[in-house]
Each structure stands twice: as C-alpha cells, then as structure tokens.
C-alpha cells in the first residue's frame, strides 16, 4: 500500500487477470487505465497484470499497441521510459482459449503462488457476452473461485430480459452476487460522481430537488460518430438497448433517486432500484426514433434499426409526479456531448414586467451538469445589465469548469472504476435487480417502435425534428450553444 495516498484512495496488493487482453477494450481502456494509476501510486510494483489472449505476443509487442493510448502521460511530464519499462514489468502474458478450455491450468500455476484471501484476484472479462458463462467455468475447473476472486462483465448485459436472465444465471451458477461487478463506464465520470455530491452533500440543491421546484429535466447523449466498424453489432441492438438500457437509465437514476441513508454499495443501488420500477410504462406518442442517412449503405443491408431515440419518462412517485424527464441519444449527431440539464419552474410572479409593455423576457433557471467532453457545472441565472436603462434583465451563469478548477488532470473513468474493483466497493457496478428492472421497461418499448419506420436525419444535425417536447411548449436545450433549440 501506498500511505502517501489519502486513506479513502488506498488499494491493496492486487492480481488484475484480462480474459480477451489483446481486444480493443483492453487496449483502448484497460491497460492505459492502469498504467495511469501505477503512476499516481495505486497500483505499485507488487500488483501483477495478466493478459490472457488466444495468440501470444511478447510482451514488448503487447505494450507497443497499448502504448498510443498512454501518450498524454508522456507529454505532460508524469510519465518517462523508466516509469514505462516498470510498468511493463508487471505484465505477464498468456493463452487462454476460452471456447477450447485451453490455458486454465497455466493460469492457476501462475496465480496459485500468492492465492490468499487478503490478495484480491480479479477476472475482467472484456469478451463477448457469449463468452461470459463459458469463462466462469473455465475458473471454477481450475480452482480458481474463491473467496477473494471477483467477475467483471461490461455491456451489453443480455439482448433482452429474457437473455439477461439467462445470462445473470450463467455466472451465478459460478460465482456470488456479491463477486460480480457489472460494468458502466458512464458511473465511473467525475461529474457523474459530483452529482451525487452536488445533490447530497449540499442542502441549496437538494431542497429544491422535487416536483415544487423543478420544471422538466434533460438528459442528452450525443456522438458525432457512426456505427463504422460496429455496424453489424450495432444493429442487432439499436440506440435503446445500446445506450437507453443502461448509460441513460443510469443517469436518470441518480437525477432521481432519493437520498441514501449512508453512502454505501447496497442502498445506494437499492435506491436506484426504486427509481426504475417507478417508471410508468410509455406512450406510443411519447417516443421518437430516427435513422441517419447512409446508415443503411454501412450496413450494406436494409434495415429499420433506430440511430437516434428521444423518449418522455415519467415516474410515477412523490417526488417526481408531474416532471417530465425528456431523454435523447443519437449517433451522426452536429456535437458531441453528454450532459443533464435540470430546468426550474419560473418565478411565479414577475415583478419586472412593465404595465401595458411586453414581458419582460424570461430565462429560466438552468442547472447544466456536462458529463463530457469539458466536465463540469453551471448554474444559469438572471441578472440585471450593468449601467443606467432600468432594470434589464440578462442571462448569466456561475461556472465550474473542473479543467480550470482542478489543476490536476481528471482521471478516466475506467481509473475509478479499476480502483473500486481493487477495492471491493461495488457502489458503481449494477445489481443484477437493477439491470433487470431496465429491460422491464425498455423490452415493451422496443416491441412498439420496432413496428414502425425511423425517421431518416441528416448527419450533423441533432436528429429529426422534435415532436415530443414542442407539443408540450419546450425545447431541447442545446449544447453547443448553452441555448434552447
């Protein structure tokens, strides 16, 4: 242990175990989170890392692909060849064929030298989720679940809750609920994070955090890419199961979720849990999908897959009767961005207004939590211009942007998560109740809109145009601009 680190950010000595270590995810993700953390002390020289891949390569060979994804830490100065070279040296290589059953046994030769219950061995399976039952069984013939060994499995977790069911059985049969982790990269953000601290550790926020002061709120996932080389993944799933499912449910709860008695694993997720089974089923008329252009030519097939989805959620509880939570997520979109804008009720009386003149014009109170890119909060208000003219009246905000706050860099959200998996603390991984609670809602959903044609957009655009919130006299906020669309 490092006892340099805060207490709360301490790990202790780990074996991290990759199952499909030479994949994108591993690449990409994995391996850069983890070199981050051996240089900030939180994985020392006493972890070992085992990528396990079908085809072996050396070691050297293995870090040259990874190493693209860790060159900002070069660039700043925290990193140098010799942090580099012994970072490499806790790397180890080996087979592992999943659908052969080949590679166990060497796996345990190499872990069964330091297996103790106050070393935690930890299995990420970055595989296909076909894979997922086959490598739980794979560990448990080689000895290898234990009290101390924890699962990871990434999205998507089932096609349905049907297939989620099946799934979750799978690894049960294997492992405890408690040894699994299921994975969300969005729970894993920094500003994810400050909105739970924002909400629960400041009385400002949260007292205003119900149906008597909040108009509607906004959650927005926006990419600028396409499907590419996912193209036949993508569409057998679609932006409801591949985003709406999880990362945009996942955002909605912790928007809506009550207050925790303490923070910890269990009722934090529970209360979550609350959140999802207290949505009311959705209209036909409350659901828009499109489709951009082109995206059938990238499939090189026909196809009515939606790209882009923009739905009205209700919950049906005290807190939240009457808002509406307006959700949207499209890819080929004009921005990239993820961001939850939570609007107020206007003021009830305006005191402002000029006798037998217009209005004055009214800017609603506007908390814009940007999740990525450029992480961070801002407050919109209403101020008054500076300088003689009356009182005229112009929007305004407060910022926290954690690029300027914070000097440091902010940490992916695979680092956090990474840590916690070392850690023990599951308070960012789903529950299999929860994960099932999602389909309960989204599985109707899919069943009704797949009976139609999606709109077709224009790439670059933010999608088709909005027939869900203009009829109820709103707008999506955007963006871009910090301004309704």
Known sequence: ??????????????????????????VRKIFP????????????????????????????????????FCEQAFESGIADEQSWENFLKLIQILELDIVNNIGGDELYNTLKSDLSEERPCIFYLAVAPKLFGASCVLLQKNNLVLP?????????????????????????????????????????????????????????????????????????????????????????YGALRDMVQNHLLQLLCLVAMEPPSYFNADQVR????????ALRPSAEDEIQ????????????????????????VN?????????????RTGKKLGLRASEIVITFKNRPHDIFAKNGEQEAEEYPNRLVIRVQPQEGLRLHLTSKKPGPGGMRLFPSELNLSFDEAFAERLPDAYERLLMD???????????????????????????????RNPEIYSPNSMGPEDTILKREGRHWFNPALDEDI
């Not at 919950?315 to 509406?324: E, K, L, T």
């Not at 603390?425 to 069943?447: G, H, K």
């Open 1 to 26: 242990m490092n006892n340099a680190l805060p207490e709360t950010a301490i790990t202790h000595d780990s074996d991290f175990i990759i199952f499909g270590g030479s994949g994108d995810l591993s």
């Open 33 to 68: 989170a983890l070199f981050w953390r051996f240089l900030h002390g939180q994985i020392t020289e006493n972890f070992r890392l085992i990528s396990c891949m079908r085809t072996v390569i050396t070691t050297q060979e293995f870090a040259s692909n990874f190493r693209p």
């Open 148 to 236: 101390q060994s924890r699962v990871v499995v990434e999205k998507p977790f089932g096609h349905d809750k049907d297939s989620a069911l099946a799934l979750n059985q799978e690894i049960l049969n294997v492992f405890d609920e408690g040894q699994i982790y299921r994975i969300d990269h969005y729970l894993g953000k920094e500003t994810v994070q400050n909105l739970m601290a924002l909400r629960f550790a400041n009385v400002i926020f949260e007292t205003q955090w119900n149906n008597h002061h909040i108009d509607h709120v906004q959650i927005t996932a926006a990419e600028t890419v396409g499907v590419g080389q996912r193209a036949s993944y993508y569409d057998s």
């Open 270 to 277: 529970t209360e979550k849990l609350r959140v999802l089974q």
């Open 289 to 312: 999908i499109g489709q951009y252009e082109n995206y059938t030519q990238e499939l090189e097939q026909e196809s009515n897959t939606e790209t882009y989805v923009a739905m009205k």
């Open 315 to 327: 919950i049906d509880n005290w807190r939240w009767a009457g808002v509406p939570f307006y959700i």
């Open 421 to 451: 998996l070392a850690r023990g603390n599951q308070t960012l991984f789903m529950r299999s109740d929860e994960v099932l609670a999602a389909w309960d809602y989204i599985d109707p959903i899919i069943s009704m809109v797949r009976k």
